[in-house]
């Protein structure tokens, strides 16, 4: 995780630009991550089709002086382009498919009551956070110096976290619209929207130009739970189109805004600083694979499924059972801006004193106000189909979520390797254990070192990890643990590098994205090298992986990015790793039960042949004559195998 810089905002330089990477070295890292994951006819059609974009004097040079203009132009060239790509431009819905949540533990509430409690005092942690904010005194993040020789640490862009409560995804036909209230001439007010039994109020959190106590969110939370209890005032759970197709849901709202206060409730909704949901209790075990289910969709529509509304940028759940957490819409920020402001809530809600002082009498309290709908028999069936198509995601969503024991982080870096990039090939291993091939890799990769940076991908299924987890599947025994060892740090060092090369900028999704929005921007036929078959084929993202780490105890989950693939979510702890993996149940080429098990067996094989490798390096190294140099000595010192892992021969 970043760490926070002390010095004050004045004192901070501007950042750099993200920078246009040359051309042939985006094509020639292009067809070396290709070269492996197709067939031999398919790559040489395709390294035709590349070789006649990037020529001289060709379509490739063209376009890249066009993003290079562009560049110059604007402050980042790929965001827009990302932005839509990424988001604006799906269709799918959020809940699993593109929102990420954050799973809090099970909270020990007694009774209704506390769980009000709890969600009182998150809110005032929510509008302490928001000050903050709003000042302008959130501490800049720092992450390890790559960009400049000498250079310790690189201070990130901070520009996601001004869109934590302002921001609105609305949907739109064929591309949503992600709305920024902070730069709109309407000033954004001080409420939140509470969700409680499907029905939504209006909470304001200040009165009289004061923020109201944690006593007094209290008495306004009991009476909405008391007010959504009354079935005679009960409207119909329209947040169940929010969980829709994004097309779904914009026709839905196209009718909706028909009517004055549809318009007026929806507006009310796009405004609010964030979305409380106060939910009712699920009746099923609440182990980590559930409560991250809960969490990702509510449970369906006859549960919590319709007491949500999706296109707010955080939605806090809390339970009356217990199960809490933070549900993401994507577009505006990146998991690390999510798990940064959870963890601070968790910190304030935990820690902090309650506050003293004798609270506004219940009397001059405003009442919370129900927002109303005029719900149409057309609105009627469509309720009626969202709720369908909420249930079958909700069915389909197998998740495993999966603490592997037998070591963590530390271990790892007595190897000298890097944690993340140890995991990455433990993931592609697994996959290979369970496919028998290797398939196209997303991992995120920040590029906050410039400005408005959002990320880009390292593509971690490269020929190095294929040689090495091929020598760790041979059952012919053709290659020895020294062979496989060898691979093992060339995959690592291959993983790495890619990794330096996407977080400083060069990585090659984003600049191929650039070139063929470019071209479309100019008018042209989209280039042959976009409508290439391996092109496609290396955007289905069959592992879709991030690393998400966290300091305290919760974690992140997310759904695949494709009907035949998994979602691989991995917060690594000093002596442990928390994997939550996810696929569909109608995918018969996937199971996340079967592919944690592989992705346990091989940690524990990799482990295992580290240690193996550090046994037979402190042999040698006692073999030695007495002349052998100290400080060589030193370096090859045996590490101690982790607890609990297998250690052939002993």
Known sequence: MPILEKQ????????PKVPVPPLHQTLDMYMRCMRHLVPDQKFRDTQDIVEKFGKAGGIGEMLQRKLQERSDRT??????YWLREMYLNNRLALPVNSSPVMVLPKQPFKDRKDSHRFAARLIAGVLEYKAMLDAGSLPVELARGQLSPGVQWDPLCM?????IFSCYRRPGPKQDTLLDHKTCARAQSEYIIVACKNQFFVLDVAMKSRKLSEMELLTQLTRISKMAENAEERLPAMGLLTSDGRTEWAQARDILMKDATNRETLDAIERCVCVVCLDEPCGVEPTDSNRAKLILHGGGHDKNGANRWYDKPMQFIIGADGVCGVVCEHSPFEGIVLVQCTEYLVKYITESSSEAGAPASVSELPLPRRLQWKCSPQIQGLLASSADSLQRLVRNLDMDVHTFKSYGKEFIKKQRMSPDAFIQVALQLAFYKCNAREVPTYESASIRRFQQGRVDNIRSATPEALAFVRSMTDEQGLHTDSVRMSR???AIKAQTDFTVLAITGN??????????EIAQELGMDRPDIFKDETFLLSNQFILSTSQVPTTLDMFCCYGPVVANGYGACYNPQADNILFCVSSF?????????????????SLLVMADLC???STTSAANVATRPATASPARSTKLSKAAPPRGTPTKGK
Request: proline share 4%; aromatic share 8%; net charge neutral.
């Open 75 to 80: 402050e980042n060239w790929v965001y827009e």
């Open 159 to 163: 520009e996601q976290y001004s869109r």
């Open 585 to 601: 149940r109608e995918s018969t080429e996937t199971s996340s039960a079967v592919f944690t098990r592989a992705l346990d067996h």
């Open 8 to 15: 004050p905002p004045q004192g901070r330089k501007a950042l």
């Open 611 to 613: 240690s193996k490798n």
């Open 507 to 516: 990585g090659i999704d984003n600049h191929l994205l650039g070139l063929r």
């Open 488 to 490: 093992l740090r060339d």
